[in-house]
């Protein structure tokens, strides 16, 4: 079956430091999804890569899948206290099915 | 819209009792979920409805059991509780198949003592 491994677990930065989230698929990925968890609450949805190569960007978060679909990665450039929170990678795991990586949980010092 | 809904927001049950925890979407989304997440872990799928009607297992299905007999309601039935059910459960929907992004509802905190 397929499994999402996320890296780092935890993150501690300084604000203003620019940071790196890795999601790696055991199998080929064919939706890769970005989301968000504030401590305590839902997931919001930040973006879907879906090609090779594909590069995506909201505000100051960059995702990029790369060529062979089997990774991705989050960037946060010069974070924010705002940006403190629970990332979670997910996928498409077959029709209909969803899987999502362990999550990365992230602190930003002000 | 208030997009996705979920009571209650926390719940202590007994080893043993039942509850439903419940789900609607005012969104007409046809696909919905039923995920759970343990602490530091990520989410696992517990069971998906793509239509009325129309229900699937997912990962972790033992335990529980759903129905969906409108497209708005998608509730999660535990029955005979046990503590290995304590988690937070949250429900999702999304409006068509591959491709398209899931709303989540806010979660519903579950502990069985």
């Known amino acids: 079956s397929q499994e999402l491994e996320q890296s780092p677990q935890s993150l501690i930065v300084q604000e203003g430091k620019n940071l790196t989230i890795n999601c790696t698929s055991s199998?080929?990925?064919?939706?890769l999804y970005w989301y968000k968890q504030k401590y305590g609450e839902g997931l919001i949805f930040l973006m879907m890569?879906?090609?090779?190569?594909e590069e995506k960007s909201h505000e100051k978060i960059t995702a990029k899948l790369d060529e062979k679909k089997q990774q991705s990665s989050l960037h946060i450039t010069a974070s924010q206290p705002s940006h403190a929170g629970i990332y979670l990678c997910?996928?498409?795991?077959?029709?209909?099915?969803?899987?999502f990586g362990t999550g990365t949980r992230l602190k930003v010092l002000a | 819209n208030a997009g996705v809904t979920q009571t209650p927001k926390f719940r202590i049950l007994k080893i043993g009792q039942s509850m439903t925890l419940q789900c609607t979407q005012d969104?007409?989304?046809?696909?919905m979920y039923w995920y759970r997440q343990d602490p530091g872990m990520g989410l696992k799928l517990i069971y998906y409805?793509?239509?009325?009607?129309?229900?699937d297992k997912g990962e972790v299905p033992n335990g529980y059991n759903v129905s969906r007999s409108t497209t708005e309601d998608f509730p999660l039935r535990l029955e005979l509780a046990a503590p290995s059910q304590t988690s937070v459960y949250f429900c999702?929907?999304?409006?068509?198949?591959?491709?398209?992004?899931?709303?989540f509802g806010p979660g519903t905190r579950l502990t069985v003592t």
């Open positions: 409805s793509v239509g009325a009607g129309i229900t």
């Open positions: 969104m007409n989304h046809n696909y």
């Open positions: 999702a929907s999304k409006s068509g198949g591959i491709s398209y992004e899931q709303y």
């Open positions: 997910g996928a498409e795991a077959g029709t209909y099915k969803y899987i």
């Open positions: 199998k080929t990925l064919y939706g």
């Open positions: 890569l879906q090609k090779g190569g």
